[in-house]
């Protein structure tokens, strides 16, 4: 009798496996800035639960959160669930593995290595979903080296406005000005390009009767950074 595997944490999105590393962020939350109406499948938020609970968080969409540490899910336990949804396939070709989901992959950086490297080196393609933000001021290119030779194919960073200020706004970055920010983000996209990630920069298509202005002048700034792919997600407001 075959026992289907139980996945606490990785989910399905499409044809990519999700694996989320931790429930926080030093900016607001990817999914938050997708509005206040913006709604993920139930068995998605069943699996950011589960991050939560790991880090001592109230569920997901609380208003109230006391709050705890970003410690996430046990590395060897994402590993495993990896190896049911790959290895344990019946040779099909691996998924491509998204490290991605409530929180930033990049504020448990030694988790995001580990888990790229046992993904890529079961044959999957991997991508991290990001802010774009190094932790603690860390060197941008160091640290964008580190996931390429850990077998991060990818990365696709949120860039949600062309100038700081408005960046600032939407993204309130923690501890850090909104120009610092923004040049951080910026500067990321450009050592993922040079280190020959396949870099996309994505935003928020917001409301407002100066977006079509800003948009264009998002895809001209991604533009200048080496990047021609943009991918425009819907505001739920």
């Known amino acids: 009798m075959n026992i289907r595997p139980c996945f606490r944490y990785t989910y399905i999105l499409g044809n990519s496996v999700y694996v989320p590393l931790t429930s926080y962020s030093n900016t607001v939350t990817l999914p938050a800035t997708r509005g206040p109406k913006f709604v993920l499948p139930p068995e998605v938020v069943g ?15 609380s208003t109230a959160d006391p709050g705890g540490r970003v410690s996430g899910p046990p590395t060897e336990t994402l590993v495993r669930e990896l190896d049911a949804r ?15 989901g409530e929180g930033e ?7 995001l290595l580990d888990v790229a490297a046992a993904a890529s080196s079961r044959g ?43 960046y600032g706004a939407i993204m309130r970055p923690a501890g850090l000005e909104a120009a610092v920010a923004h040049g951080a983000v910026c500067d990321f996209v450009v050592a993922a390009v040079g280190c020959g990630m396949d870099v996309e920069v994505a935003g928020v298509n917001f409301c407002g009767t100066d ?27």
């Open 47 to 61: 699996c950011l639960d589960a991050v939560r609970t790991d880090e001592g968080r109230r569920p997901y969409g």
């Open 86 to 100: 790959t290895v344990g396939n019946g040779g099909a070709v691996p998924p491509d593995v998204v490290l991605a």
């Open 105 to 111: 992959p990049l504020l448990r950086f030694r988790a």
């Open 124 to 166: 999957s393609c991997v991508r991290v979903v990001t802010n774009g933000l190094v932790p603690a001021g860390g060197p941008i290119a160091d640290a964008v080296a580190a996931m390429r030779a850990a077998g991060v194919g990818g990365v696709t960073v949120a860039l949600v406005a062309a100038g700081a200020e408005r």
């Open 211 to 237: 977006w079509p202005s800003e948009r264009e002048a998002v895809e001209n700034l991604a533009a200048s950074l080496g990047v021609t792919k943009v991918r425009w997600r819907p505001y739920f407001p």
